[in-house]
């Protein structure tokens, strides 16, 4: 059975952290006809209160939800990572003909993995792949990927049930103390890396799309979706920094990307799925290293242009 929404659109201890798979919540399976048809009209103010926490417009139309598990202390080689740094649950909806396609993580605790997933199964929701994302870490952290396709309502109110079995705190005030300044030369990063960021969480965080369209049973999923090469600072003092992420590969630049990576002394951490009907196929590479910042950026460039990433965007 198809559901009508209406769209608001704006513009712009051990740890487990989860991404979930959702199957069609209306009931009956999708088609590649669906993934066709005009997207469905979603009533985002509904989605955001069966979330219990606001949603952010991201570009593509996407509409995200931050979760971060601040109530976490994860060290790796004696840094402390922010939540925005590893440590950040999330679920992004996109619309599509019959309601949303919904991909995240959830960040969670050894003991809250079995009841975690026992929710969210009864609510739909198929887990896609189970891993680490660093090494070393204390306690130790794992990740369980996710995507969804359905009714968003019923999506957003299974996923909150499932968090809320967490210790994950609920959707904080806006902050209104004054920003404290950042650890690093932003400007410089940028030229180093070729494309530039934005800080959140004490965090510098750059997002590198692929060029080509890559599709999820038919459905066309945006870099803003976890499908773009995601490369995060946390400074860590005289001008070094902490830097973890993901590369976004396909098979024939697994080895090259690596190589470069190895090279410059950045550690590969990570190597697996997210998905299971992706096209093309994709693998997501994992890094760890705590360096000279600007010294780490050029490393990662490149290994960025060992892959089809967009070109670089700063001089």
């Not at 598990?69 to 003909?97: C, I, Q």
Request: charged fraction near 15%.
């Amino acid at each position: 059975m198809t559901s009508t929404f209406v769209r608001r659109t704006v513009v712009n201890s051990t740890c487990i952290i989860v991404v979930v798979a959702l199957t069609n919540c209306a009931g009956g399976s999708r088609s590649s006809h669906a993934a066709l048809a005009p997207a469905a009209v979603v009533d985002w103010s509904a989605v955001d209160a069966a979330m219990g926490r606001a949603g952010v417009a991201q570009s593509d139309d996407v509409h995200r939800f931050n979760m971060p598990r601040s109530d976490l202390r994860v060290t790796v080689d004696g840094v402390v990572l922010r939540p925005s740094f590893a440590l950040g649950s999330w679920l992004a909806m996109k619309p599509v003909a019959d309601g949303v396609m919904a991909m995240g993580d959830l960040v969670l605790t050894g003991e809250e993995i079995e009841p975690v997933l026992s929710r969210l199964q009864a609510g739909g929701i198929e887990q896609t792949a189970i891993h680490h994302h660093v090494i070393r870490e204390s306690p130790r952290v794992l990740y369980v990927h996710m995507h969804g396709h359905g009714n968003p309502v019923v999506i957003a109110r299974a996923v909150h049930d499932a968090v809320a079995l967490t210790g994950t705190p609920p959707a904080a005030a806006p902050s209104t103390a004054p920003a404290t300044p950042f650890a690093l030369d932003t400007t410089a990063l940028g030229r180093a890396l070729g494309y530039s960021g934005r800080i959140n969480g004490g965090v510098y965080q750059v997002t590198v799309p692929r060029t080509e369209v890559i599709r999820d049973g038919g459905v066309v999923i945006p870099a803003v979706m976890g499908l773009g090469t995601a490369i995060n600072f946390q400074p860590t003092g005289d001008g070094k920094a902490a830097i973890t992420g993901d590369f976004v590969l396909t098979a024939a630049e697994v080895n090259p990307v690596i190589r470069a990576l190895r090279d410059g002394g950045i550690e590969v951490t990570s190597l697996h799925n997210h998905l299971l009907n992706d096209e093309p196929r994709l693998f997501f590479m994992h890094f760890w290293a705590n360096d000279d910042a600007i010294t780490l950026a050029q490393t990662l460039r490149g290994a960025l242009a060992k892959t089809a990433s967009v070109a670089p965007t700063v001089r």
